[in-house]
């Protein structure tokens, strides 16, 4: 059994080292860490990069945050024969497109480090804010050093992230991890997900947006709980 770990926009693969999911692989999707951009131009385009980059070609339980839960859910639809099961974390089915498209000018006319605050804002708790918890500080590294071309084409991917009507494809099994802090992802959004997969059950923990960064053994509990799940 191996697990696919990808990381949310702007991070890499090294956010996962503080998670304590065994027999995982963590990988840097295009146009983060050590990866190329490359040619990619929507999010179908980064879930087959990002499976061929695999060496294993055998099935895969697959679990990502944020848009490394989107990135999951298109590998599903595109590719089930690598994929066993998901566990979609702070991920809706459709993204708020000007919202999106918003955020990739801003990010073009700010820079990384001016669109600093209100991004840590989004992702972390008030309390890890104040506190400077490292989760934090790795994070505002990670993004200080991110090419704002590459963040801000990832915006425009996301800006047309809509699979709402393609959720009853997905026919693998899916549990989908929602913060009750969240404010990005809010639970009830989650649910969508829930609502439209045959096979989905809706896990909420104490949280915000970034939870395997700031709840990370709780995180791993419930992939766990998971990946028993598809052992019977």
Known sequence: MTVLLLHPIG????????????????IDLPGHGDAPLGSVATLA?????????????????????????????????RHPDRVRSLVVACAPAATAPDAMLGRAEDTERLGMDGL?????????????????????????ERLAADDPTAIARYWRMLAGHDLRA??????????????TGDVSVTPAIARE?????????????DGPHMLHLEAPEAFAAAVREHLARQLG
């Open 45 to 77: 385009d980064v879930a087959d990069a990002a499976l061929e980059a695999l060496q294993d070609r055998r099935p895969v339980d697959v679990v990502g945050v944020s848009l490394g839960g989107m990135v999951a859910l298109h590998m599903a639809l």
């Open 166 to 179: 393609r959720l009853g494809e997905i026919a693998v099994p899916v549990t989908v991890v929602a913060g």
């Open 116 to 140: 600093m605050d209100v991004t840590l804002r989004r992702w972390f708790s008030q309390g890890a804010l104040i506190d400077d918890r490292p989760v934090v500080r790795a994070a505002a």
């Open 11 to 26: 991070l890499d693969r090294s956010t996962w080292q503080g998670v304590p999911i065994e027999d995982s692989i963590a």
């Open 193 to 205: 997900l829930e609502d439209g997969i045959a096979d989905a059950r809706l896990v909420e923990l």
